[in-house]
């Protein structure tokens, strides 16, 4: 591990995936420290929702490593990193639809070894935390979005992660919604000393959350670090925040 | 009156012991979303343990567990030998190897047993015969009726309350996710393949009871009833299956009683021709379960 990277930081380093050829990720070396929420950004196609695949093992690495808290992972074993320690949440919601919410829930507590009456109430917590109680015996397919999208994020939490990678959680809600998410996952890195990985399109909602970005373009990192400089770097401006950013500037 | 109660028990009986056939094979595809044609040898495998056991002594409900428990062993080592070394890769392997098992089990009975049918040992209360408002009707008939009540029971409480039946339908739903979510894979498939096994060793000691023998291709039939109730309730439903195989009987159960004498050899035809018709009135089976998931 590098000597000024904290031990109980996860840790993707030189990250190269490669599909049929197509380089999707080259080198990326990305670090989320416990308690930060950490912002993933670039444009479409870049590479960030790979980036996260390949942390939780679900695509083979052509180079690079992942380390969760000192813990070297395993090539290709999503159920081993999800047992160190790492949840995900998916661009497109996918929750065990034919269950309730409550049992979506408790499936990531029970999954990690924790007893039926215990995972039960830590579903009851955390969907009272996300304001989804009333709706706990309700069939997950019966939700609207915004709903599947907290649900998931609750179920990703009560397998007590030490970080939780989320991809878009906030793809589809309306903007009070949007805002009460910001305002549940602000809270989060503190109350669990969680680190969070967030990519997001919305410029705003990443500024709100994330004090670092991290940038990626066409599978490079192309800058990283506190978001007011990130903004002012040429390269971001140019791959990314594009012609409005020139404009604020 | 009193053949309406024949006719009832009949259904209730043969539909009970389709209904769990067809529930042991809908257990393994959805998770695994493919079909274990190696299901039917559970069957026979129950059937020549019972036979190998005749002449023991044993009391003969510890024969039928031990046959039970044969089944359930066959049933797990299906998914070792047939379904885990290839079942990352095509369909085609694994509907081959499921094949080939069910076949190297047959092979086996016809080489160390014989090809010849064998009688099972069953117990008095088999071919004793009970009336119930004038029907007179074997009591193996209500056993069947009632064991299918406990197992159906049995499994909804295993699906619905136990650590196992969240993750095992959390895995039907989506087995990829479940998989992410730590859920351990390879128990929860092997667990679908042991409920399998335990479902068909419950039925193959009623199926057998009716023959009172064994031979090598007895699971042709279950198998293939099985499958029909699954197609006809919905191959991703359990439920559905349930109600495909109780349909399937009173279908069966209806030809028998209305058939004249000499069409009854064409049964079978008339039972298709039933299934297709409902199939193309309801071509994903009478209850669509969860959306079709990626396979493991």
Known sequence: ???????????????????????????????????????????????????INAITGQVPLATGQVTVAGDVMPLSAPRTVALSGVGRTFQIVRLFDQLTVSENVETAALAKGIKRKDARKIATEI??????????????????????RRVEIARALAATPKFLLLDEPAAGMNESESQMLCKQLLELPKQRNLGILIIDHDMP??????????????????????????RKDPAVIEAYLGSSARQDA | MTELIQFVIDVLALGGAYALMALGLVIVYGILKLVNFAYGELIMVAGYTLFLMDGTGLPWL???????LMSIFFGVATDYVAFRPVRAKSVTAVLITSFAFSTILQNAALLFISPRARNIPLPDVFSTTVTIGGAVTPLRNLLTIAATIVMLTLFTWLMRRSIL??????????FTMARMLGVPANLIISSAFAISGLLAGVVSLFWLGRIGSVVPGI?????????????????RSVPGAVLGGFLLALIDTSLNHILPQDL?????????????????????????????????
């Open chain 2, 62 to 68: 510890v024969m039928a567990a031990v046959a039970v």
């Open chain 1, 205 to 230: 909602l990443i500024s709100r959350l994330c004090d670092r970005v991290h940038v990626i373009a066409s599978g490079k990192t192309i800058a990283a670090g506190l978001i007011e400089n990130v």
């Open chain 2, 219 to 235: 699971g042709l039939e279950p198998l293939l009833v099985a499958f029909i109730a699954t197609v006809i309730g919905g191959m």
């Open chain 1, 1 to 51: 591990m590098q000597a000024d990277i904290p031990t109980t930081a996860l840790l993707a380093s030189n990250i190269t995936v490669e599909f049929a050829g197509l380089r999707a990720l080259d080198g990326v070396t990305i670090v989320i420290n416990p308690g930060e929420i950490l912002g993933l950004i670039g444009p479409n196609g870049s590479g960030k929702t790979t980036l």
């Open chain 2, 165 to 174: 039946g969240i993750a095992m339908r959390a895995a039907a739903t989506n």
């Open chain 1, 127 to 148: 969907l009272q935390e996300f304001g989804m109680l009333s709706r706990a015996e309700t069939i997950a397919a019966n939700l609207n979005y915004g709903d599947k």
């Open chain 2, 264 to 296: 009854l050899k064409f049964r079978d035809a008339f039972t298709f021709s039933f299934v297709i018709l409902i199939l193309l009135w309801k071509p994903d089976g009478l209850i669509k379960g969860p959306a079709s998931g990626q396979r493991t």
